[in-house]
């Protein structure tokens, strides 16, 4: 009986609320003052030291299905992330290289996610690079951007050619007439 009844606490009740913060934090974040963004990331901050101090370093592991220390590592990472990007698109034209790339890989991230877990399933290249891992990081992350360069392109040429279509039928419709 506990068996059913913790994978659902597990699963559904513990999973949905650890993303809900996640969700409502992000849903507040722009609207939060530099003291209360400090709080978040200070109270994150500790959090996840306490967790890798109790659990230790591997993320991985920690990661299906998610637990405190991946929830709270990723919302680290983001929040640094953002911050940093943010800073320095501000501080760079917005017209600048570095932001239009920084536009797109937000634009493609969802894309890029998936092409990611592509690669890692299809290939399964961790069983040869394990001792390698800043190889196994390259070769994903050219690999994810790569693929999804050549979904958006093939993307690109398949709305072109809708609407070519689609201005010829127009055309005959209208001769017809």
Same mark, same amino acid.
């Given at each position: 009986m506990w068996g059913g009844v913790g994978v659902l606490l597990n699963i559904v009740?513990?999973?949905?609320?650890?993303?809900?913060?996640?969700?409502?934090?992000?849903?507040?974040?722009?609207g939060f003052n530099a003291k209360q963004k400090l709080c978040v990331f200070l109270i994150y901050g500790i959090l996840?030291?306490?967790?890798?101090? =109790? +659990?230790g &370093? %591997?993320?991985?592991?920690?990661?299906?299905?998610?637990?405190?220390?991946?929830f709270t590592y990723g919302?680290?990472?983001?929040?640094i992330l953002y911050e940093v990007?943010?800073?320095?698109?501000v501080s760079l034209n917005k017209e600048s290289e570095f932001a239009k790339c920084i536009l797109w890989l937000s634009i493609n991230s969802f894309t890029i996610?998936?092409?990611?877990?592509?690669? =890692? +399933?299809? &290939? %399964?290249y961790g069983k040869i690079?394990?001792?390698?891992?800043?190889?196994?990081?390259?070769?994903?992350?050219?690999?994810?951007?790569?693929?999804?360069?050549v979904l958006k392109w093939i993307g690109d040429i398949a709305r072109n050619l809708k609407m070519k279509l689609k201005n010829k039928r127009f055309k005959i419709c209208k001769i017809v007439k």
């Amino acid at each position: 009986m506990w068996g059913g009844v913790g994978v659902l606490l597990n699963i559904v009740i513990l999973q949905a609320v650890g993303y809900g913060i996640i969700y409502l934090l992000a849903l507040l974040w722009n609207g939060f003052n530099a003291k209360q963004k400090l709080c978040v990331f200070l109270i994150y901050g500790i959090l996840t030291c306490i967790y890798v101090y =109790v +659990y230790g &370093f %591997d993320v991985q592991c920690f990661k299906y299905p998610p637990t405190e220390l991946y929830f709270t590592y990723g919302v680290i990472c983001t929040l640094i992330l953002y911050e940093v990007l943010k800073a320095l698109c501000v501080s760079l034209n917005k017209e600048s290289e570095f932001a239009k790339c920084i536009l797109w890989l937000s634009i493609n991230s969802f894309t890029i996610y998936f092409a990611h877990v592509f690669i =890692v +399933y299809f &290939f %399964d290249y961790g069983k040869i690079l394990r001792e390698y891992w800043w190889i196994q990081y390259i070769i994903l992350l050219v690999g994810a951007i790569g693929i999804t360069i050549v979904l958006k392109w093939i993307g690109d040429i398949a709305r072109n050619l809708k609407m070519k279509l689609k201005n010829k039928r127009f055309k005959i419709c209208k001769i017809v007439k």
